[in-house]
């Protein structure tokens, strides 16, 4: 088991926008193509509290992490979401991904 750190820059202005994309439809769209949704965070503080969105994610290995990301690229599904949500102009700025992996000490994740 692999995880992906995620942290979403937005334009100002736009994480309601985005947080109400992941709440309606992303997370489910994940689910679809075998992500696996750990968690979701907001920043407590300025300047980050306005515009990021930090999250997990489960993939069984890299190499499905990679295949998970083309499937949900393609789906129709998300590319009508992310049209219609774009709508009034983008919303994401920039987006962080890390491949992370629990060391021999930490507490065990518990699986879906």
């Known amino acids: 088991m692999v995880y992906e750190l995620r942290v979403y820059h937005c334009y100002e202005g736009k994480l309601p926008d985005l947080l109400r994309r992941f709440r309606e439809h992303t997370t489910k769209i994940f689910e679809k193509h075998g992500m696996t ?7 407590m503080d300025e300047p980050q509290k306005s515009n990021t969105l930090i999250y997990i994610l489960a993939h069984p290995s890299r190499e499905a992490a990679a295949a998970n990301w083309r499937a ?3 789906d129709p599904e998300w590319q009508s979401v992310q049209k219609a949500s774009e709508a009034n102009g983008k919303i994401v700025e920039k987006v ?13 994740i518990q699986s879906p």
């Open 37 to 43: 949704n750990v968690a979701y965070w907001l920043p």
């Open 72 to 74: 949900f690229s393609a």
């Open 96 to 108: 962080d991904s890390t491949f992370i992996v629990l060391t021999d000490f930490s507490p065990k």
